[in-house]
């Protein structure tokens, strides 16, 4: 078996609070999608940011390993990890229109995404061919728009197609489809569905949705309080859920009275 | 914009078009003398009349307009340069950097700084040549007027530092100075804007102040300010000497009236 492509052994809080996650653990294979489930508030979104590092800009702290391609990223200096951002670890945020620049032209948000590891502008590839990869409008125009000329779902595949410019590793979705409707959500699973196809790239696909993680994920960690309390794949932990949170989080599923229950 | 704002606009345009092209006319010399006519009356040939020295009035009047809007607009930029690095630097680096600046500035807003500029520009030796009076005026309204923007911008900063598509920024790889130039900057545009533009005002009237005083721009060089020195004569108090202290109500109106918050800011 392969060396994982990521493992990570880390503890992360804020300043004047406790660990928000104790001892979190996880690893995710080389053209994998790894799915994290867990409730509001049960570190999901720290998760993403402790791997790259960046909980500092929101006053936290990080302990422990994050082993990314033999290099553990917690020990790399700044300038080192910068380098990694973006270009091997790319990140998707959960909210598609704060996410972007306001007073940025979508166009110039992508070249400005392009030089941040790039110093010629010139090389950066056609914004409408990586648009084309995420079914968004190939028209010229689209590039001179502002982000509040976007709707929803539109500005969550620019920062996709953001996140993929430099064909990252890994990519780690923190909740990309929670601000979207059902049917735009489902869309954008089956793109990033599709990209890691494309791209071999894996995915840390991190949601409260358990159906949406277990539609989509090869293998689905389940967050509580911080640590995750049971891994494995979707159908074991739909059919044999073994931790109680896991039973819990399934009964919770809202269920049509006319369809037969899940678990 | 309203018509009023924009009836304003124009007259600003009209003000400062009006005293640039003047200083392309020859005829309109700040510092010519007409000996045989000095402290005469308005007339056709002089509009406004002539000083004690037989300087026209009113081309006097329309070179200090030039000065005191071109170097109040200078000054206003100079202060907000200022503004942007040490009010940024306290919203964007938080810490002791943001409680050091941020005493400087409550230090700053809490001295009397009209009188720290007579102080400062009366400090001056009386031999110090008259272009070096006027740049080192406004060099001092630049730097004792960071203060009140620099608060503003850290408070604009602080806000962006939280946002959401900085981090977005700095996940893309984005390093402090592109963070800073690229992201934090483009946003602050409004905020720069808006305390542009409430400054320059404020500058008019302290050159007026310091002008009045004598503690502005040395002879022969005209502001608003000195010109207004001639009230002190109660020889000269004729109708036309005032013509400076109508051009700065009028222009300060209509500065009040062409920003967007009616300059209930300044």
Known sequence: M????????????????????????????????AGLVGESGSGKSTVAMALLRLLDYRGGRVRGNVWFRDRDLMALPQR????????????????????????????????????AHNRRADECPDPLELF???????????????????SVGQAQRVLIAMAI?????????????????????????NLLSRLRQQLGMSILYISHDLLSVASFCDRVSILREGQIVETGAPESLFTAPKHPYTRRLLSAIPQPRFLPTMA | MTLSSKIAAVIL???????????????????????????????????????????????????ATRFSLLLAAAASAGALVLAFFLGGAAGYYGGWCDRCIVRAIDLMLSVPWLLLLLAARALLPLNTPPALTLAVTYALLAALGWASPARVIRAGVQHLRSAEFILRARAEGCGEARVLLRHVLPNLKPVLTAQFWTAVPVFILSEANLGFLGLSAGEPFPTWGSLLRELQNPLLLRPEAFAPAAAIAITLLCFRMVTPWGGSQV
């Open chain 1, 165 to 189: 410019l430099h064909r990252p590793a890994l990519l780690i979705a923190d909740e990309p489809s929670s601000a979207l409707d059902a049917v735009t959500a489902q869309e954008v699973l």
């Open chain 1, 132 to 150: 084309a990869m995420v079914n968004l409008p190939g028209e010229p125009e689209f590039l001179n728009r502002y982000p509040r000329q976007l």
């Open chain 2, 13 to 63: 345009v009209l003000i400062l078009a009006g005293s640039i092209t003047a200083g392309f006319f020859p005829a309109m010399s700040y510092a010519r003398q007409h000996r045989e006519a000095t402290g005469a009356p308005a007339s056709l040939r002089f509009p406004l009349g002539t000083d004690d020295l037989g300087r026209d009035r009113f081309a006097r009047l329309l070179s």
């Open chain 1, 2 to 33: 392969s060396a994982p492509l990521l493992a990570a052994n880390i503890s992360a809080g804020y300043a004047g609070g406790p660990d928000v996650l104790r001892d979190f653990e996880l690893t995710i294979e080389p053209g994998e999608i």
């Open chain 1, 80 to 115: 080192e990890m910068r380098a990694i951002r973006g270009k091997e670890i790319a990140l998707v945020m959960q909210s598609p229109q704060a996410s972007l620049n306001p007073a940025m032209r979508i166009g110039a948000q992508i070249r400005e995404c392009w030089r």
